[in-house]
Structures are given as structure tokens and as C-alpha cells.
């Protein structure tokens, strides 16, 4: 970010938009840890930047997930951020809410409160999108692992699969502006 509106990244058909893109990365962690499966699926999507509007595409997207056994999952991805001119915004925390209180996880280097200047900006430690420098390094390294034979992938192409699945079915149910239900895995 940013790419201008001609980027495939902007196209439905072609990048997702920001459901997938980003969203896809939320789902597959809800299910890995509410250990369980995806029921119903509510999705809300707003085009709120002129690229997002031109491809008729979302660029802010909201997720409400029903899993089995009563748990809920609640995901908001977004571009619509306005950008420090070095690069994109990248802010992520997780909330766990439970009957006895709730827990917070924000990395050290994302910072809990942003800046409004001219633009937004949120300071960061560096411009990696990641709370710590080794994560893609160690993601890459267990591919070439397996890709080589040398180890068993951490998820299989269904775990993906499901995840894909679902950023769709948040897409299809904000375009029909009624939660839906998650048909499972269809191969």
C-alpha cells in the first residue's frame, strides 16, 4: 500500500480486495483457535477510497463468524487508512472476551494510539509487518523444509482452503446484506 486503482490487488476477480487479501490471514486464525468450525458467516464491506469505489471492490470489511459450540469471532480488515508517506498502515490486536474478563494482545511495536496530523499515522518500531524480524524468515525456511521432503506442513491445503472459504462467504454475505450459513468445504 498504496497502489494505484489499477492494480489487480483492487480487482474482485483477481486479488479479493481487502476480505481476502487480509482477511483470509483472521479467518484462518479464528478456527485455529476456537479448535472448531465455522457456522454462520455475517460480512459488512465499505468502499471508502476512491480506488475501492472505481473497482467496485471493498477497502474496510467487517466479519462476524458463528463457530460450533456458541463461539464468536468478530474480524475488521482495512486499506482504508490513510498512509504514512513511508508505508502502509500495519496495526493488528487481539481481544478475548470471556464470562470472567477479557485478555488484550497488542505486539510491542504497534502502538495503541494513532496520530492525526494532516494524515493518520501510527509510529512504528520498523516497517515490517511484523512483531518480531524473523517470522517470514522462519515461514519461508519451513516451506523450503517442506517443498524439499525435509518436514510435514504446518497446515494442510484444506485448513487454506476453509479460510478462502470463508473471506468468501463474508464477501457473499455482505453483497446479499444477511449473515450466512457455512456450507463447508467445497472441493
Same mark, same amino acid.
Given at each position: 500500500?498504496?497502489?494505484?486503482?489499477?492494480?489487480?490487488?483492487?480487482?474482485?476477480?483477481?486479488?479479493?480486495?481487502?476480505?481476502?487479501?487480509?482477511?483470509?490471514?483472521?479467518?484462518?486464525?479464528?478456527?485455529?483457535?476456537?479448535?472448531?468450525?465455522?457456522?454462520?458467516?455475517?460480512?459488512?464491506?465499505?468502499?471508502?477510497?476512491?480506488?475501492?469505489?472505481?473497482?467496485?471492490?471493498?477497502?474496510?470489511?467487517?466479519?462476524?463468524?458463528?463457530?460450533?459450540?456458541?463461539?464468536?469471532?468478530?474480524?475488521?480488515?482495512?486499506?482504508?487508512? #490513510?498512509?504514512?508517506?513511508?508505508?502502509?498502515?500495519?496495526?493488528?490486536?487481539?481481544?478475548?472476551?470471556?464470562?470472567?474478563?477479557?485478555?488484550?494482545?497488542?505486539?510491542?511495536?504497534?502502538?495503541?494510539?494513532?496520530?492525526?496530523? #494532516?494524515?493518520?499515522?501510527?509510529?512504528?518500531?520498523?516497517?515490517?509487518?511484523?512483531?518480531?524480524?524473523?517470522?517470514?524468515?522462519?515461514?519461508?525456511?519451513?516451506?523450503?523444509?517442506?517443498?524439499?521432503?525435509?518436514?510435514?506442513? #504446518?497446515?494442510?491445503?484444506?485448513?487454506?482452503?476453509?479460510?478462502?472459504?470463508?473471506?468468501?462467504?463474508?464477501?457473499? #454475505?455482505?453483497?446479499?446484506?444477511?449473515?450466512?450459513?457455512?456450507?463447508?468445504?467445497?472441493?
Amino acid at each position: 500500500m498504496p497502489f494505484p486503482e489499477t492494480a489487480w490487488y483492487w480487482k474482485p476477480n483477481k486479488g479479493g480486495g481487502v476480505a481476502i487479501d487480509l482477511g483470509v490471514h483472521v479467518t484462518d486464525f479464528l478456527r485455529w483457535y476456537f479448535e472448531s468450525e465455522p457456522v454462520k458467516i455475517l460480512g459488512i464491506g465499505k468502499a471508502i477510497r476512491k480506488e475501492a469505489k472505481v473497482n467496485g471492490t471493498y477497502d474496510h470489511f467487517l466479519m462476524m463468524i458463528q463457530f460450533e459450540g456458541g463461539k464468536t469471532g468478530l474480524a475488521e480488515v482495512s486499506w482504508a487508512y #490513510s498512509y504514512p508517506a513511508r508505508y502502509g498502515v500495519f496495526y493488528h490486536h487481539l481481544d478475548i472476551l470471556g464470562k470472567n474478563g477479557r485478555i488484550r494482545y497488542t505486539p510491542l511495536d504497534t502502538p495503541v494510539v494513532g496520530v492525526v496530523k #494532516s494524515h493518520f499515522e501510527m509510529p512504528r518500531f520498523s516497517p515490517l509487518l511484523s512483531a518480531f524480524p524473523e517470522a517470514f524468515e522462519t515461514e519461508l525456511r519451513h516451506f523450503f523444509r517442506v517443498i524439499m521432503g525435509e518436514e510435514e506442513p #504446518s497446515i494442510t491445503a484444506k485448513d487454506a482452503l476453509i479460510a478462502l472459504q470463508m473471506a468468501e462467504t463474508a464477501i457473499e #454475505s455482505a453483497k446479499k446484506e444477511e449473515p450466512l450459513e457455512f456450507k463447508g468445504v467445497v472441493e
